[in-house]
């Protein structure tokens, strides 16, 4: 049963540190979606990924987000700093191209203090 | 995308069939209608997807009126593990049109 994993599942940490949640899209899948949950915002897309070139970023802050896919196994959500308002779920998901038929990941549960 | 409304919750007896509205009146002929779902703390979920015919799958089944206005999507015997948000999203199924989530229908399955 092909599943999108991520981790850490938790992550608890100050204010300023850098963070990194990483994911592991469904093996031949090459869409991947970073989307980010809040309680006040739902969920919401960061960024999106085709064949391993971002397409869209637009909902990511750019000053301390950023989103890259190394290779067709990984994709990488790293915020520095970070700051309390980025405490939240972080979902990855995988899919292929123009089919809305996406996989989601468990999550990461990040709090920033 | 086309906007959908949705009931903000919705209660079912377990065991019962469980039918849960979705209107999109503003719908284009190319939009297919998704629902996913989300159990409590963890990601979302596809369930089922169709653009004009009634659809079945193993987790439930999605009837779309004539006129693409609204759709039902149906769970025929819930189970208490059906506790969950379900989204109904449209879309078209072509280049990138990302999911857009709504605020959904919370589901109470009781026993």
């Known amino acids: 049963d092909a599943r999108v994993t991520q981790t850490p599942r938790h992550k608890v940490t100050e204010m300023g540190q850098e963070v990194t949640m990483r994911c592991q899209p469904i093996?031949?899948?090459?869409?991947v979606f970073w989307y980010r949950q809040t309680m006040m915002q739902g969920l919401e897309l960061l960024a999106y990924f085709r064949n391993r070139a971002p397409l869209d970023d637009s909902g990511m802050p750019k000053d301390r987000f950023s989103a890259e896919m190394p290779d067709a196994t990984l994709a990488t959500l790293k915020i520095q700093p970070s700051e309390p308002r980025d405490s939240a779920v972080y979902f990855c998901a995988s899919g292929l191209t123009g089919l809305g038929t996406q996989y989601f990941g468990p999550g990461t549960r990040l709090l920033v203090l | 995308d086309a906007k959908t409304t949705q009931p903000p919750s919705m209660d079912c007896a377990e065991g019962r069939a469980a039918n849960l509205p979705c209107n999109h009146s503003t719908i284009s002929g190319n939009e297919y209608v998704y629902w996913y779902r989300q159990i409590h703390s963890q990601g979302p979920q596809y369930i089922i997807h169709g653009l004009k015919n009634n659809e079945t799958n193993e987790m439930a089944s999605l009837i779309i009126t004539e006129d693409r206005k609204s759709s039902t999507l149906i769970l025929p015997h819930a189970t208490l593990r059906d506790t969950a948000v379900y989204y109904c999203?449209?879309?078209?199924?072509?280049?990138?049109?990302?999911?857009?989530f709504g605020t959904g229908t919370r589901l109470l399955v009781s026993p």
């Open positions: 093996l031949g899948h090459n869409t």
């Open positions: 999203i449209v879309r078209v199924d072509t280049g990138f049109q990302k999911l857009v």
